[in-house]
């Protein structure tokens, strides 16, 4: 003879899920908002193979070395670079009058070339890296 | 006299939270493994005025060892300006912005060829900076 088995139904309790629901989507939330995303934009003109001498002499030119800002080819201690640049682009309305060459020693560190960029910016100036070409020369 | 008036139970069905909650999980393990750099290690520099990045396409990481990397995978510097080219594809100029965390200490030698191969690839810098404590 066969006996018939009980069959006792084990649902686990739903009522519980939307919490759970909810706090997962806090919890990812938070997660992706604790990656940094503020900063600040730079907007930097495209690379010219030759850039126009007369314009070259016009813009300001600014050297930046690991302990020395040269302006022009005048040398200052970084608290005056703000005063000293400010003059040169005063009542400048023109973008490419407001071009700022930037030389920057292979050394210098991130944190101060953000520094001086930012005092160039604030003083109304359009940064312009000028960067290094390669040189190959070959000895005999 | 009064009449009893029926009363209708109206309750919110639970059984397909469950379901919804394991869905919003997946969505959003995709979305976190995307471009997740979170793992690298490297200190923002310091500003004063920030600014919050919108509808960055890429972010392009220099860690603590100069190492650069694009969405969280390393790369090399040479091949950075072919990849974001492709990354950012026809973008409108709004859409084009790309994020830049460089590690404060990192080089002009480091950080410069990366600056260059995201301007030649045509996308919108956004340096990743903390706020200056004063």
């Not at chain 1, 006792?8 to 759970?20: K, N, Q, R, V």
């Not at chain 1, 608290?79 to 071009?99: H, I, T």
């Not at chain 1, 991130?110 to 160039?120: C, D, Q, V």
């Not at chain 2, 973008?91 to 990366?114: C, G, I, N, Y």
Request: aromatic share 6%; glycine share 6%.
């Amino acid at each position: 003879m066969k006996l018939r088995r009980n069959k006792l139904l084990a649902e686990p309790p739903a009522g519980a899920s939307s919490d759970i629901a909810f706090i997962l989507i806090v919890f990812f939330l938070v997660c992706a908002s604790v990656q940094p995303e503020q900063g600040r934009p730079q907007e930097i003109p495209k690379t010219e193979e030759e850039p126009d001498k007369k314009e070259k002499n016009k813009n300001p030119e600014v050297k930046l070395t690991r302990t020395v800002v040269i302006l022009n080819g005048d040398a200052m201690k970084d608290k005056m670079f703000e005063s000293r640049l400010n003059p040169l682009l005063a009542g400048k309305q023109n973008p490419g009058d407001r071009v700022v060459m930037l030389k920057s020693d292979k050394d210098v560190s991130y944190e101060r070339w953000i520094l001086f960029t930012g005092l160039i910016e604030k003083a109304g100036g359009i940064v312009t890296l000028q960067l290094e070409e390669e040189q190959v020369q070959v000895v005999n | 006299m009064k009449i009893p008036k029926r009363r209708f139970e109206a309750s919110v069905p639970s059984m397909a939270m469950g379901d919804i909650a394991f869905l919003l999980l997946i969505f959003f393990v995709i979305l976190a493994k995307a471009q997740d750099d979170s793992h690298i290690i490297w200190e923002p520099a310091a500003d004063e005025k920030l600014e919050q990045a919108k509808n960055y396409k890429a972010s392009v990481v220099i860690d603590v060892k100069n190492k650069t990397y694009l969405n969280g995978r390393p790369i090399a510097q040479a091949q950075l300006e072919g990849a974001l080219g492709e990354l950012l594809g026809d973008a409108e100029p709004s859409k084009r912005t790309v994020l830049l965390k460089v590690h404060k200490d990192a080089t002009v030698l480091q950080f410069e060829p990366v600056i260059e191969a995201v301007s030649k690839s045509g996308g919108e810098i956004h340096h990743v900076l903390e706020q200056e404590r004063k």
